[in-house]
Structure formats: structure tokens, C-alpha cells
């Protein structure tokens, strides 16, 4: 069975950082795009962050840059999204997909149809 799980949410203060883990199971993503969605109550699911398995190609939204750095470790098959000083507007629940066709650009925000999702972890942050 193809799976995702997210790890690492949690609550933080703002200005703190976390570190969220996507480690896939069932499926070899040697061609996947990668990367990290956020839902926040009474908000639309909107993308943050891609990375391409292939060659590594990276993209982020604008709420992310500066902030956010995804990173991939094939030997694990796990993908990491170090976030930095954290807002209170980065509060939602994040989830890690994957998709064989999707593209590692500003497509990703756009996308809702994806091979597969995971299940989302919480992130809280005070201020």
C-alpha cells in the first residue's frame, strides 16, 4: 500500500521552529514530486513547498520563502520541511503528497489530485 506519513507537528511559540518529517512507504518516488500542503480552519488547503526526487529542483510559495527549506533523503525516502520562524498564520494542519505527473512549480498550489496524501500533522503556533 502506497503511503505518506507526516511526523513532527506540534505547538510552538511564534519565532520558534519545527521541523515536519513525510516518510513514504509502499512506493518508490524516483519520479514523484514531493512537497507539503497547510490547511487552516475555515481556510482552503493551499501549497507551500515541492521538491522534485529526480534532480532535486525545489519550489516554494511565498509564504514559505526565507522561512522554509524542504529537503529530501532518498535512503530514508523521507522529506523533511525545516520551518523557521514560525507566524501564527503558519497555524493548519500539514499534509505531504506525492504525485508521478504533478510539476515542482507554482502548478503544486493548484493541484488536488494527487497519488497520494497523507494524513496531516498539526502545527500550532502561540504569540
Known amino acids: 500500500e502506497e503511503q505518506l506519513v507526516e511526523l513532527g507537528g506540534g505547538l510552538v511559540q511564534a519565532g520558534g521552529s519545527l521541523r515536519l518529517s513525510c516518510v513514504a512507504s509502499?512506493?518508490?518516488?524516483?519520479?514523484?514530486?514531493i512537497g507539503w500542503f497547510r490547511q487552516a480552519p475555515g481556510k482552503e488547503r493551499e501549497g507551500v513547498s515541492c521538491?522534485?526526487?529526480?534532480?532535486?529542483?525545489?519550489y516554494y510559495e511565498d509564504s514559505a520563502k526565507g522561512r522554509f527549506t524542504i529537503s529530501i533523503d532518498n535512503a530514508k525516502k523521507t522529506v523533511y520541511l525545516q520551518m523557521n520562524s514560525l507566524k501564527p498564520e503558519d497555524a493548519a494542519v500539514y499534509f505531504c503528497?506525492?504525485?508521478?505527473?504533478?510539476?515542482?512549480?507554482?502548478?503544486?498550489?493548484?493541484?488536488?489530485?494527487?497519488?497520494?496524501w497523507g494524513k496531516g500533522t498539526l502545527v500550532t503556533v502561540s504569540s
Open positions: 521538491i522534485r526526487r529526480s534532480d532535486g529542483s525545489t
Open positions: 503528497a506525492a504525485d508521478s505527473v504533478a510539476r515542482c512549480d507554482s502548478t503544486w498550489s493548484r493541484r488536488r489530485v494527487m497519488d497520494v
Open positions: 509502499g512506493f518508490t518516488f524516483t519520479r514523484h514530486t
